[in-house]
């Protein structure tokens, strides 16, 4: 099966085109406002072909979120497009999944999930690694402040061996050393998942996908947009 994997989600994303799983190309590129020009041109680079259709794709996998907006939207109609083109289906891998199996954390631990969410408050996913391949989601993605980040940290850490991974450890200053005697936290690469993460965790969906799945993919934003809301509106996009 050969599946597209697309990651934006941060200031530096990938593509990736993995032949069952295994890798054969990714590349990871900086994309801060440059999303929309750059991110089609890497996606042909990778698959190696002149035109999406040409490169014989069993299904597409994104990371849907939460995270950036503007990097969830174009990432999201980007593979949504893709996938009308080429006419297969594309799944929505959720962002902090693909954290969480970076982690690569052993069997019991809990795995907490700290991405950035706007004015100094984080998105907050945990996660129970098991014996099976990925982690298991434990609750709702929850958007807390820094305060209650720890907090929520130190109540998991008294029961569990405890992996805090996410790029909101690189966003806002003093959170590792914060997070440090209470847990083991991930040195960061990048500040995104991988698109080959997002490949991998997106496979096994493709596979019972309906084939048209390209109609009612969403972003998972969690909270309206800047724009929603200096409106006072909610799209629900």
Same mark, same amino acid.
């Given at each position: 099966?050969?599946?597209?994997?697309?990651?934006?989600?941060?200031?530096?994303?990938?593509?990736?085109?993995?032949?069952?799983?295994?890798?054969?190309?990714?590349?990871?590129?900086?994309?801060?406002?440059?999303?929309c020009q750059v991110l089609v041109k890497?996606?042909?680079? *990778? &698959?190696?072909?002149?035109?999406? !259709? =040409? /490169?014989?794709? @069993?299904?597409?996998?994104?990371?849907?979120?939460?995270?950036?907006?503007?990097?969830?939207?174009?990432?999201?109609?980007?593979?949504?497009?893709?996938?009308?083109?080429?006419?297969?289906?594309?799944?929505?891998?959720?962002?902090?999944?693909?954290?969480?199996?970076?982690?690569?954390?052993?069997?019991?631990?809990?795995?907490?999930?700290?991405?950035?969410?706007?004015?100094?408050?984080?998105?907050?996913?945990?996660?129970?690694?098991?014996?099976?391949?990925?982690?298991?989601?434990?609750?709702?993605?929850? *958007? &807390?402040?820094?305060?209650?980040? !720890? =907090? /929520?940290?130190? @109540?998991?850490?008294?029961?569990?061996?405890?992996?805090?991974?996410?790029?909101?450890?690189?966003?806002?200053?003093?959170?590792?050393?914060?997070?440090?005697?209470?847990?083991?936290?991930?040195?960061?690469?990048?500040?995104?998942?991988r698109a080959s993460t997002?490949?991998?965790?997106?496979?096994?969906?493709?596979?019972?996908?309906?084939?048209?799945?390209?109609?009612?993919?969403?972003?998972?934003?969690?909270?309206?947009?800047?724009?929603?809301?200096?409106?006072?509106?909610?799209?629900?996009?």
């Open positions: 099966m050969r599946i597209l994997g697309i990651e934006t989600s941060g200031d530096t994303s990938s593509v990736a085109l993995l032949e069952g799983n295994e890798v054969v190309r990714e590349e990871i590129f900086a994309s801060r406002r440059t999303i890497h996606i042909l680079s *990778v &698959v190696a072909t002149d035109t999406i !259709v =040409a /490169a014989h794709l @069993d299904g597409i996998a994104v990371s849907s979120g939460p995270a950036s907006f503007t990097g969830l939207r174009v990432g999201v109609t980007t593979a949504k497009t893709l996938a009308y083109c080429c006419q297969i289906p594309v799944v929505g891998v959720p962002t902090p999944l693909a954290w969480a199996a970076e982690a690569q954390a052993e069997p019991g631990a809990m795995i907490v999930v700290l991405q950035p969410a706007r004015r100094h408050r984080l998105y907050l996913t945990t996660f129970l690694q098991t014996e099976e391949a990925h982690p298991k989601q434990q609750a709702d993605t929850k *958007v &807390v402040d820094i305060e209650g980040a !720890v =907090a /929520a940290c130190s @109540d998991l850490a008294g029961d569990h061996l405890l992996v805090i991974t996410g790029n909101g450890l690189l966003t806002e200053a003093g959170l590792v050393e914060a997070l440090a005697s209470k847990a083991q936290v991930t040195d960061l690469a990048i500040d995104s998942p997002i490949g991998r965790l997106g496979a096994v969906q493709v596979e019972d996908a309906p084939p048209d799945s390209y109609f009612s993919l969403r972003p998972d934003y969690l909270m309206v947009s800047q724009a929603e809301r200096g409106l006072g509106v909610n799209l629900g996009l």
